[in-house]
């Protein structure tokens, strides 16, 4: 990775570290979405994103990596987030079109027409106890800090946090998106899941875009 | 966990692979989670499609054959199909007459069979989707994502498939879906929780003494958690919650008391006793009815109740011939 972009390899490389993320991270999804769900969401994004490092092209632009990895996670997650993370990816590479290098102005237009594609599928908007409590405020801290002059680094760092913030902040919420809406104000007091995995596609993305340029290492540290 | 499995990501694929050997006139495709009828597709035929997660035997791939669905999409366990899975079912039970989709209301399976509706129309496939939503355990709002879709699922794919094996038009089997969807309602109650095979631990727990009211059919939490009563209070419930939303005086109705997967039968039919004599002493004329696991939820203890308002026409279309590994009468 060049100082100020992202090539193919770096957008594969934070697949594979989101998989790996998410891997680790599953079984405490699942327990989440146990409270609030059906607790099935680690599993089904577990198998999703292996999938998604599987489906990885050599040799292409950034886009197309990211639209096989999104139409992968699609055939293969199911459930809701599957259409969800799967649309995110596709729509954020189709926003690169054929550019072989990505910079820091061009990844915050794809993140923002990521977050259209998801809330133009699922409906729903900040409050509504979603992954979109987690995604719309890491779109809007990635582009505060582009236009503050932050580098691709900076930014990716400033949208993880937010994202992380986010998800946070949905634990009082009550939820009127998703399977957990069923529940009414019992959906009270717990973490969305949704927004938890999303916090950590963000921080994945953080940590391939870190300072020190080496794709795929875990320089920028756990969450 | 103590399960009848060989390995908890195999489930689904092996239980298919039970089905297509018990089976022979089904089309069961283990790998893609397709199961489709032996004979299609049929010329000119509305072809009914539906699908969700796996766990709810027989619903829905119980339902596939004559007289009611010409595919079933199966999901991993809880988890709805995909839209590869919905497309190529689409495309396999096409006749040329249009495809009818009948979908849950839960959010995963929308959006899954949205996009497969897509693809459809690329494919110049004719595609009309009717999502049952008959759950009356949860308020509907414009703020929610709206009622789940349980127990009514039953009706729409018994009387929309009556309908399109007469060959009616895909409009009018659409029509018929959604009337049934309007006229029924459903509420469930659980006594235990489940255990989905790949998580290894109940979904929820509940005290020796508790039940949860209002639950949906995938183990998910319900409405409120009470103390457990007798069958007639919990068909009291049920059946309360019911009318309060659709009125039931002065109706004919179609009853299904739907055991979740871990209610024996005999417990079942203590149900529909109490439940025969309360829609009665309701003043609703009970004129067909179901007892039994349809519409499951693994091995959750529980029952749910559905109820259609039903007309003539609607009893005409529930008796027609039914010809499939979960239901079959008059052929």
């Known amino acids: 990775m060049s100082a100020g972009s992202m090539d193919a390899g770096d957008f594969a490389a934070w697949i594979r570290r989101t998989a790996e993320r998410v891997s680790a991270d599953a079984e405490r999804l699942t327990r989440l979405d146990a409270a609030i769900g059906d607790g099935d969401h680690g599993l089904n994004l577990d198998r999703g994103f292996r999938a998604a490092v599987e489906a990885l092209p050599g040799d292409v632009p950034p886009g197309a990596v990211l639209i096989a990895a999104g139409r992968a996670i699609v055939s293969k997650t199911g459930g809701a987030s599957g259409p969800l993370y799967g649309t995110a990816l596709r729509r954020a590479g189709k926003a690169f079109g054929d550019a072989a290098d990505v910079d820091a102005a061009a990844l915050g237009s794809a993140l923002r027409a990521a977050l259209q594609g998801v809330q133009d599928l699922g409906k729903a908007v900040e409050g509504d106890k979603t992954m979109v409590d987690a995604l719309a405020p890491a779109v809007a801290a990635y582009e505060a800090a582009l236009a503050d002059g932050s580098g691709l680094a900076g930014c990716a760092r400033a949208a993880a946090e937010a994202a992380a913030k986010g998800a946070d902040g949905t634990v009082p919420m009550r939820a009127r998106k998703g399977r957990a809406s069923y529940l009414g104000e019992r959906s009270e007091g717990h973490l969305d899941p949704g927004a938890s995995s999303t916090a950590l596609v963000l921080r994945a993305l953080a940590d391939v875009a870190g300072s020190d340029g080496v794709a795929g290492s875990d320089a920028a540290g756990e969450g | ?331």
């Open chain 2, 1 to 331: 966990m103590r399960k009848l499995i060989n390995a908890p990501a195999d489930v689904v694929s092996d239980a298919l692979r039970g089905l297509a050997a018990a089976h022979p006139s089904l089309k069961v495709d283990p790998g893609n989670g397709t199961v489709i009828r032996g004979d299609a597709p049929r010329s000119g035929k509305v072809a009914l499609v539906s699908g969700g997660g796996s766990g709810h035997e027989p619903l829905h791939a119980g339902f596939v054959g004559h007289g009611m669905l010409d595919a079933a999409c199966c999901g991993e366990v809880f988890t709805s199909p995909v839209p590869d899975q919905i497309i190529a079912a689409t495309m396999a039970v096409d006749g040329g007459a249009g495809v009818l989709h009948l979908v849950k209301n839960y959010t995963g399976d929308v959006m899954n069979f949205q996009m497969a509706a897509e693809l459809a129309e690329d494919e110049d496939i004719e595609v009309v989707s009717v999502v049952v939503d008959d759950d009356v355990a949860v308020e509907d709002s414009t703020f929610t994502a709206g009622r789940r879709g349980t127990g009514a699922t039953l009706f729409a794919e018994k009387i929309a498939g009556a309908l399109a094996e007469e060959g009616a038009p895909l409009a009018d089997v659409a029509a018929v879906a959604r009337e049934v969807n309007e006229r029924s309602r459903s509420f469930g109650v659980a006594l235990s929780s489940c255990t989905v095979p790949a998580a290894g631990t109940p979904t929820f727990e509940l005290g020796e003494d508790e039940m949860e009211l209002g639950i949906g059919i995938h183990g998910e939490p319900g409405r409120e958690r009470v103390r457990v009563g007798t069958a007639a209070q919990i068909v009291d419930a049920t059946l309360s919650a019911i009318d309060a939303d659709m009125p039931l005086s002065g109706s004919e109705v179609l009853v299904l008391v739907n055991g979740m997967g871990g209610t024996p039968l005999i417990e079942q039919y203590v149900a529909y006793a109490a439940a025969a004599e309360w829609l009665e002493a309701h003043g609703a004329t009970v004129v067909r009815r179901l007892v039994g696991p349809y519409v499951t939820s693994l091995e959750m203890a529980g029952c749910m109740i559905s109820v259609c308002r039903v007309t003539p026409e609607l009893i005409r279309l529930w008796d027609a011939p039914v010809e499939t590994p979960g239901l079959r009468w008059g052929r």
